[in-house]
């Protein structure tokens, strides 16, 4: 998608594209109709003299190449959008991750890192979360409070206990549909069961300051006119625990019946109107608000991935401003069982068959010593866990050396005595 709309846009070269399949590099680039006699370069030298792409599988020396601005990390990786992040850093460039799988893991100490580096770290527009966080800068910067901010998806309690071997059932894909695709079942699932939803909101939580809900995320079914009246304080009328934190609403009725006007591709934020007048305001203005007239929710009904990504890079080198970055640590994403797992089982990590990731205050995860869902991959456990319990440290056999579980760990530290 990025590359389809980079090849439109003067001024932008793609110097480079690393992956470990450099097949896959060429099956996108004839997809979108990038000219083939523009990936012919040699060396990065002769991509930016020639004003040509270099394709390898060696991301190091992608990073390293003179002369590059800005790397998109793309991995979907934790723990190699970490690395990478890092390397970019020392070598003085700039960061647009759409790996949210990182940033929920780390994202505070990388934000850190990258700015003593004299670097940004962005999160990528056209992702649920940078479209939240522009919301939430727009209604703070025009003087509004933030009462919730947050984005729609499909969802019912039951997906949390979702497998790859149930995902396409859920989804209604047919055995045809998905021979035709390249669907990948541990993605969808993770979109499915919750752990998307969980990992896209503690980025936004911890970019914007809204702090989560003690119980995290309550997937309210809610259609966009219903939005002021969900989305505002319990005390107000509403199902928030309180005012300035973040939610997923629901495309589904909790009876599985769509809900009228979802928001399952948007994303949304409700502001309180500060006095009569701009209360007035909203209604003379036909903005939707609750029967108050005091909440009022504006929303945009879609996201366009990596076609809008463009609108990050020209952000970052052009004007020197992230769309969206971690500055606290708010929010965590807590490994949860999927069912009883036993002692000598291996977990499997984002999408798969034995946990989910479940949002929490950052605050009750270090309480508990909990394991973020960004290192529940390939870790064997110590003893029976029941379902639906939350996965600690403790459980865990895991290797304390491993450069992904230090920097985490460095970020709890650093960060446990303001959360």
Partial sequence: MFLN?????????????????????????????????????????DAIKNKTTFITQDAESLIKAKGLEIIIEATGIPGIGIKHALMAFNYGIHVITVNVEADALAGPLLSTIAKASGCLYSLAYGDQPALICELVEWARNSGFDVVCA?????????????????VWDYYGFTPEKIAKGDFNPKMFNSFLDGTKSAIEMSVVSNATGLKPQPEGLHFPPCGVDDIPHICRPKDKGGQLSHKGTIE????????????????????????????????????????????????????RPFHLIGLELPVSVLEVGIYNKVTGSAKEFNADVVATSKRVLEAGDVLDGEGGYCVYGKLVPAKHSLQMSALPIGLAHNVKLKKRIEKNQTIRWTDIEYNKTDSTIEFRRKMEKKFSCVV
């Avoid at 590099?25 to 083939?36: E, M, R």
């Fill in 150 to 166: 947050g984005k729609g998806t499909k969802y019912l309690p039951i997906y949390h206990n979702s497998t790859p071997d149930t």
């Fill in 248 to 299: 997923v609403l629901s495309s589904l009725e909790r009876d599985g019946r769509p809900v009228y006007r979802d928001l399952r591709w948007g994303v949304f934020v409700t502001i309180e109107a500060p006095n009569d007048y701009a209360s007035r305001c909203f209604t003379e203005y036909g903005i939707k608000t609750d029967e108050t007239e005091r909440y009022a929710a504006i929303y």
């Fill in 5 to 45: 709309q980079a090849q439109r846009l003067p001024g932008l070269h793609v110097i480079g594209i690393a992956d470990l399949s450099t097949s896959q590099i060429f099956n996108a680039l004839n997809l979108v109709g990038w000219p083939l006699e523009k990936v012919k370069a040699r060396s990065f030298s």
